[in-house]
């Protein structure tokens, strides 16, 4: 049985897991006594199973190894195509709700974008809250294995700049490039992945649970930081006291490198962590920008108040610091004392730092969008040596081999990356004008679809802007471009190039 699965086409495989996935809110459903809802749930994971089961058989076992690349081409179509059938339930459950909109929200839930059309609804039955959640822990469970098992062989999703920092036997070691068969390295990432997955989340919401959260908001705040979905329960609060942020910010940490739960299948020395790139340069992110938020009044405040206001401006550097990691990893939570550490700066809507932080992004191969922490670093190296060039033009740069090829071949495929990054982002931003919202309000909206960060919506601009009050017109290109955020531009361009099939 676990070989015919092996074999399985992988759509076909996704299908069965969200299938699956539907009994579990079928069962909430019936102990909460939503019962509609379970109903809806039941029936849909009867429908779809069965579905699922015929269009197995009907297929069969492939015998014949599966390239890599097919994987891709149907993780694309999945990200479509899924969630129509993970939305009828949802759909069904809600008197009023059109198809269209639950897809939209499933779209969002999936990529991890947490793009929510129902922040405003009174009501929600919290089974519907709950399948949001798993759908958004599931999507972020997709992307940590696809990330190893599909975008490394293809040194894509960040992988091209790993694969220029590595050295030649690293390189052969990690990107397994020539592999032709998919099969058996997705099976080896989801058996090795998701116990760790699956363990971190449960260690987080009994921590949750202990600090003094709500068990049902507890389950639903540990899987929206794993899969840094920022999905929430709704309601104030959604992350609870800054006892509880100080446990999910732990846990926000596996964000920043895929180095805190991998080691690219390589022998690693200690203190390798510390040495990472993207882990050094998200914690000087993390202390320069809330550093920025706090000292901007910091002396004149001390000076009006006195020693006595000390607790406030602890209260005031825990929100700025919480805020900076969310977004970095492009989770959107927003801290219960941010809204102290705006005043405090005095800026009300720091809304251009917390777009650039979504744009940068978490670590390469994590559940967090945005351009990538490496990418960054690598265009950094690069521009720092061409300045050194520039007084001193004769110079040889420094720091051994791995250094060098990052600067060169890895700044290289990161501009590329980044130039493809802005092009999207202009004709996405072009696009939601013509259909309606004004350029501010397509320009956070772009941000937030294409980092994958929802909340950004809600917190970027003057006045936060709802996904209900949006034209279908301007959520269908949103859900087009959180896909395309999920994915990045060079995985699209790789399915449309005709030398990449024929290899």
């Given amino acids: 049985m676990p070989g015919r699965i092996e074999r399985s086409p992988f759509f076909l495989v996704l299908m069965a897991i969200g299938s699956a996935a539907m009994l579990v809110p079928a069962v909430h459903g019936y102990q909460s006594r939503e019962l509609e809802v379970a109903r809806a749930f039941f029936y849909g994971a009867v429908l779809f199973g069965v579905l699922t089961l015929l269009v197995g058989l009907a297929v069969g076992?492939?015998?014949?190894?599966?390239?890599?690349?097919?994987?891709?081409?149907?993780?694309?179509?999945?990200?479509?195509?899924?969630?129509?059938?993970l939305a009828?339930?949802?759909?069904?459950?809600?008197?009023?709700?059109?198809?269209?909109?639950?897809w939209f929200e499933m779209v969002s839930c999936l990529t991890t974008t947490g793009a929510s059309l129902f922040l405003r609804v009174e009501g929600l039955p919290d089974t519907l809250h709950l399948w949001r959640a798993m759908v958004g822990w599931l999507g972020g469970l997709l992307?940590?294995?696809?990330?190893l098992a599909i975008f490394a062989p293809l040194n894509l999703g960040g992988f091209e700049v790993v694969v220029a920092e590595q050295s030649r036997a690293n390189r052969k070691s990690l990107s397994e490039t020539r592999m032709r068969d998919s099969t058996h390295r997705l099976t080896r990432y989801t058996a090795?992945?998701?116990?760790?997955?699956?363990?971190?989340?449960?260690?987080?919401?009994?921590?949750?649970?202990?600090?003094g959260m709500e068990p049902f908001r507890a389950s639903i705040a540990a899987m929206s930081t794993l899969s840094t979905s920022g999905i929430t329960a709704g309601g104030e609060g959604a992350t609870g006291g800054v006892l509880s942020e100080l446990v999910i910010f732990a846990f926000l940490l596996f964000a920043v490198s895929r180095l805190t739960f991998s080691s690219d299948n390589t022998r690693r020395a200690p203190g390798y962590l510390w040495r990472d790139p993207e882990v050094r340069l998200a914690a000087t992110l993390i202390v320069l920008v809330p550093a920025f938020l706090f000292l901007r009044h910091f002396f004149a405040a001390f000076e009006y108040a006195g020693a006595e206001d000390l607790g406030q401006s602890l209260r005031v550097l825990w929100g700025g610091l919480f805020t900076t990691l969310s977004f970095l990893t492009t989770t959107g939570f927003e801290s219960v004392a941010f809204a102290d550490a705006r005043i405090w700066s005095g800026l009300t809507t720091p809304g251009l730092i917390l777009m650039g932080l979504a744009l940068i992004g978490g670590g390469v191969a994590t559940t967090a969008g945005g351009v990538k922490l490496l990418r960054?670093?690598?265009?950094?190296?690069?521009?720092?040596?061409?300045?050194?060039?520039?007084?001193?033009?004769?110079?040889?740069?420094?720091?051994?081999?791995?250094?060098r090829r990052l600067r060169r071949e890895g700044a290289f495929v990161a501009w590329i990356f980044f130039m493809l990054f802005a092009m999207?982002?202009?004709?996405?931003?072009?696009?939601?004008?013509?259909?309606?919202?004004?350029?501010?309000?397509?320009?956070?909206?772009?941000?937030?679809?294409?980092?994958?960060?929802?909340?950004?919506?809600?917190?970027?601009?003057?006045?936060?802007?709802?996904?209900?009050?949006?034209?279908?017109?301007?959520?269908?290109?949103?859900a087009l471009a959180m896909v395309l955020g999920r994915l990045e531009t060079l995985a699209f361009i790789a399915l449309f190039d005709a030398g990449f099939w024929r290899e």
């Fill in 61 to 85: 076992r492939q015998n014949r190894d599966r390239p890599v690349r097919s994987d891709l081409l149907a993780l694309t179509c999945g990200l479509l195509v899924l969630p129509l059938m």
């Fill in 88 to 102: 009828l339930p949802f759909h069904q459950s809600l008197e009023g709700i059109p198809l269209r909109d639950a």
């Fill in 143 to 147: 992307f940590w294995v696809a990330a």
């Fill in 192 to 211: 090795r992945l998701t116990p760790l997955y699956a363990g971190l989340t449960v260690v987080l919401w009994i921590l949750l649970v202990l600090s």
């Fill in 376 to 403: 960054i670093y690598a265009l950094y190296r690069h521009g720092i040596r061409e300045m050194e060039r520039l007084i001193h033009p004769s110079s040889v740069g420094g720091s051994g081999s791995a250094a």
């Fill in 424 to 478: 999207s982002a202009i004709i996405i931003m072009a696009a939601i004008t013509l259909v309606g919202p004004g350029f501010e309000t397509a320009m956070i909206l772009t941000i937030a679809a294409l980092s994958t960060t929802g909340p950004l919506a809600q917190v970027a601009g003057e006045a936060p802007i709802f996904y209900d009050t949006l034209t279908d017109g301007t959520r269908v290109i949103l």
